[in-house]
């Protein structure tokens, strides 16, 4: 099988491959993305030419591995459209952007009583650490509730902005309903009640231009290797006033002015935020990745997803016994779907048999698999390298499994 119709596919070595002796069609896209050659020899190159420690050395190596590394930072600030390049932290991906925003900008404000607003679809990574810092400090996590096809209510979310919130979490896109949450209402409601709105914008950074300036938003994170770019590597943007409040989460080098047993003074952000040596090969090839998405383009991506969201929502609609989770007005190319009478592990695990490569699980969003009453889905995430072919096979491999279990 081969896919000429996406001139794009040949920039991914990896999609070329077969598993089981079928060629690979790669949905879960959700869970990470493929890599482009260009981000690979990225990473290559600088192994083999420019390697050396960031920031330490004077050598040349240093030189350029620094500008490297910083030069990634510029790349990323304009992705996102950061008024400025210091509002950039590199981070080892969402998790820990997060985790950063957990533990040193609400662990040191909450107060008894508290409340963080979060909504029923987030990823473990948009509550967990809320509830971590509200368990220290006796605040607790909230959530606003969504409609049956994954909506958000955005009116019961602007309800529970009550003075106890000292801190809101929206996922800008979710890993498992695909559905796009109105970003900029719900920052214009969390800012006319003084409230801060922290974006997680793991699944919308592959798919959507992201401006945090225009979101109006405080704080947005996102993960580098959905965003084709390698693993261990992310960004928390947050507005310069907020970082200067906010105390380092890690100590360590690189983010010190000055150190003695009396005490220590921090560097200004971001470098108070990138304690230790960070994954430098990795954020220069996360910058490639940046400028390849840059070549495609958006308004390419945009086009190509769209497309295969219809097609793939058609057939798998077309499915006897096939129920499909997820259908927002505004949604991205995520399809989570259950069989009767198939578990979706062993749904998954016969597809890989057919080269099918889908996630099962509860997509570490287990208040959202509670709200619809099921263990687990599974998933078909499609990215722009994506074809309608694939989505034939999958929906050809979903037959051939139903007619062995059946
Ligand atoms: N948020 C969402 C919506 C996600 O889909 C994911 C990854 N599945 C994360 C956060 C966590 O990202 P990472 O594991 O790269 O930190």
């Given at each position: 099988?081969?896919?000429?119709?996406?001139?794009?596919?040949?920039?991914?070595?990896?999609?070329?491959?077969?598993?089981?002796?079928?060629?690979?069609?790669?949905?879960?896209?959700?869970?990470?993305?493929?890599?482009?050659?260009?981000?690979?020899?990225?990473?290559?190159?600088?192994?083999?030419?420019?390697?050396?420690?960031?920031?330490?050395?004077?050598?040349?190596?240093?030189?350029?591995?620094?500008?490297?590394?910083?030069?990634?930072?510029?790349?990323?600030?304009?992705?996102?459209?950061?008024?400025?390049?210091?509002?950039?932290?590199?981070?080892?991906?969402?998790?820990?952007?997060?985790?950063?925003v957990?533990?040193?900008y609400a662990?040191?404000r909450l107060?008894?009583?508290?409340?963080i607003l979060?909504?029923?679809?987030?990823?473990?990574?948009?509550?967990?650490?809320w509830?971590?810092?509200?368990?220290?400090?006796?605040?607790?996590?909230?959530?606003?509730?969504?409609?049956?096809?994954?909506?958000?209510?955005?009116?019961?979310?602007?309800?529970?902005?009550?003075?106890?919130v000292k801190l809101a979490g929206?996922?800008?896109?979710?890993?498992?309903?695909?559905?796009?949450?109105?970003?900029?209402?719900?920052?214009?409601?969390?800012?006319?009640?003084?409230i801060p709105l922290l974006?997680?914008?793991?699944?919308?950074?592959?798919?959507?231009?992201?401006?945090?300036?225009?979101?109006?938003?405080d704080f947005?994170?996102?993960?580098?290797?959905?965003?084709?770019?390698?693993?261990?590597?992310?960004?928390?943007?947050?507005?310069?006033?907020?970082?200067?409040?906010?105390?380092?989460?890690?100590?360590?080098?690189?983010?010190?002015?000055?150190?003695?047993?009396?005490?220590?003074?921090?560097?200004?952000?971001?470098?108070?935020?990138?304690?230790?040596?960070?994954?430098?090969?990795?954020?220069?090839?996360?910058?490639?990745?940046?400028?390849?998405?840059?070549?495609?383009?958006?308004?390419?991506?945009?086009?190509?997803?769209?497309?295969?969201?219809?097609?793939?929502?058609?057939?798998?609609?077309?499915?006897?016994?096939?129920?499909?989770?997820?259908?927002?007005?505004?949604?991205?190319?995520?399809?989570?779907?259950?069989?009767?009478?198939?578990?979706?592990?062993?749904?998954?695990?016969?597809?890989?048999?057919?080269?099918?490569?889908?996630?099962?699980?509860?997509?570490?969003?287990?208040?959202?698999?509670?709200?619809?009453?099921?263990?687990?889905?599974?998933?078909?995430?499609?990215?722009?390298?994506?074809?309608?072919?694939?989505?034939?096979?999958?929906?050809?491999?979903?037959?051939?499994?139903?007619?062995?279990?059946?």
């Amino acid at each position: 099988m081969t896919f000429d119709s996406n001139p794009y596919r040949k920039d991914f070595p990896i999609l070329a491959r077969e598993v089981h002796g079928k060629p690979l069609v790669y949905l879960d896209n959700a869970n990470t993305s493929q890599k482009p050659q260009v981000v690979i020899d990225a990473v290559d190159r600088f192994y083999r030419e420019t390697n050396a420690n960031v920031a330490r050395a004077v050598h040349s190596l240093g030189e350029a591995a620094t500008s490297a590394y910083e030069g990634a930072r510029d790349k990323l600030a304009r992705f996102i459209n950061a008024p400025t390049r210091d509002e950039v932290i590199f981070t080892s991906g969402t998790t820990q952007a997060i985790n950063t925003v957990a533990y040193s900008y609400a662990l040191p404000r909450l107060q008894p009583g508290d409340e963080i607003l979060v909504t029923t679809m987030e990823h473990h990574a948009n509550i967990v650490p809320w509830q971590l810092v509200a368990a220290r400090t006796g605040a607790k996590v909230i959530a606003a509730p969504i409609t049956p096809d994954g909506e958000l209510i955005v009116e019961e979310f602007v309800a529970r902005l009550t003075p106890r919130v000292k801190l809101a979490g929206v996922t800008h896109v979710s890993n498992v309903l695909g559905t796009v949450n109105p970003v900029r209402e719900l920052a214009k409601a969390c800012r006319t009640r003084g409230i801060p709105l922290l974006v997680d914008g793991s699944q919308a950074a592959p798919h959507l231009p992201i401006d945090v300036q225009a979101l109006g938003c405080d704080f947005y994170a996102l993960t580098g290797h959905k965003l084709f770019g390698p693993t261990g590597t992310g960004i928390l943007w947050a507005r310069k006033d907020l970082l200067a409040e906010m105390p380092p989460f890690f100590g360590g080098g690189e983010m010190i002015r000055t150190v003695s047993f009396d005490g220590t003074t921090f560097a200004d952000a971001p470098h108070k935020f990138e304690a230790g040596t960070p994954n430098i090969a990795g954020f220069v090839g996360l910058g490639a990745a940046v400028d390849y998405v840059n070549g495609v383009g958006f308004e390419a991506i945009g086009a190509r997803e769209r497309d295969l969201l219809a097609y793939a929502t058609a057939a798998l609609e077309s499915v006897p016994g096939l129920r499909l989770f997820g259908r927002a007005k505004e949604k991205a190319a995520v399809l989570s779907f259950l069989i009767d009478g198939v578990h979706a592990h062993d749904l998954a695990t016969l597809l890989d048999h057919e080269g099918v490569a889908v996630r099962s699980g509860h997509h570490c969003a287990h208040p959202l698999m509670q709200f619809y009453g099921v263990p687990a889905t599974a998933r078909a995430s499609l990215a722009f390298y994506n074809v309608r072919e694939e989505v034939d096979a999958l929906v050809a491999a979903i037959a051939k499994v139903r007619k062995l279990l059946g």
